[in-house]
């Protein structure tokens, strides 16, 4: 599919796809990316052994275990917007914090509380946030039907413990996981066209 992009967004270059564990995050992507015909990353395939193992065993990954996950992440995206390689990332990026971080690398985690509020501090790229977002009910009556994955659905709630939805000054849309696929993929490209 050939998507005319809004200027502004042709220069953000990058999209990130976020929500908690289940809500689509990989499935949108990586539909997205190939309908685009953009680049496209899991978050999930840049954990460290450690985190899998981790996971696996039922444990919430702490601040500690995220923050170099995300700064790999962050060098990986703005490798590719510098040379103007448009990517969409899959990644589950909770907290305000986390997604500050897949923004502007480790120098986020130094910034002033205040400043990140204000969504200052030198920004290196444009990222528009989508949000996948539903019940606790519906996303693990999901994650109960899916096999083979590292993430235990037991994990699920302490997904929604931490989430902090983004909102203004954050770039963001909101969409519900109730939206079957073509749905949700038709509101991101009729975004990328109009923002
Ligand atoms: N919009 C949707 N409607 C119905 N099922 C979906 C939808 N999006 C994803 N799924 C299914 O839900 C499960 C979790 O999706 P997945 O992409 O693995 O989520 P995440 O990457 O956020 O953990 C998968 O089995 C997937 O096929
Ligand atoms: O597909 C999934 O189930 C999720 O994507 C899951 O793997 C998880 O959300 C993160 O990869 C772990 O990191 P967080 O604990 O930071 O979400």
Known sequence: MRVELDPAMAAACALLVMG??????????????????WKFYDADDYHPEEN???MGKGIPLSDQDRIPW??????????DVASGQHVVLACSALKKIYRDILIRGKKST????????????????????????GSLEVISARLRQRKGHFMPPELLQSQFDILEPPSAPENFIQISVEKNLPEIISTITRTLQTS
């Open 110 to 133: 130094s910034l002033k509380y205040a400043e990140l509020e204000k969504g200052e501090g030198p920004s290196e790229m444009q990222l528009l946030v989508i949000h996948l977002s």
């Open 70 to 79: 995300l700064c790999t992440l962050h060098d990986i995206l703005l490798r």
């Open 20 to 37: 908690v564990s289940g809500s689509g995050k990989s499935t949108v992507g990586a539909l997205l990316a190939s309908e685009l015909g």
């Open 52 to 54: 899998r193992r981790k």
